[in-house]
Nanobody
């Protein structure tokens, strides 16, 4: 079993940057693909980015491509989401998730979820 703790959210002005972290418990972190999703008020949870277990493959939603970067440090059991050039429409609760299978854009393929961290981008 994997427990995930998200952190790093906050309030930032448009054009600013934040780095989210997701710390995982357990010795098997390096075998899990990891993803970031977000959910804005009144909207469904949507895919943001994913990374393979080795870190060799990454995937991004079109809306964040070129602005966000997902990475992982398997020695630290941590996955990151670097968010640059933030826009008000990026405002949401961001969740990290772990998948025992390969990296996926589909939320139902993830087995474990963090508690979420709020990101608010002011205009």
């Amino acid at each position: 079993q994997v427990q995930l703790v998200d952190s790093g959210g906050g309030l930032v002005q448009a054009g600013g940057s934040l780095r989210l972290s997701c710390a995982a418990s357990g010795r098997t972190f390096s075998t899990y693909a990891m993803g970031w999703f977000r959910q804005a008020p009144g909207k469904e949870r949507e895919f943001v980015a994913a990374i393979s277990s080795s870190g060799g493959f990454t995937y991004y939603a079109d809306s964040v491509k070129g602005r966000f970067t997902i990475s992982r440090d398997n020695a630290k059991n941590t996955v990151y989401l670097q968010m640059n050039s933030l826009k008000p429409e990026d405002t949401a609760v961001y969740y990290c998730a772990a998948a025992a299978s390969s990296a996926s854009l589909k939320r139902y393929e993830y087995d474990y979820w963090g508690q979420g961290t709020q990101v608010t981008v002011s205009s």
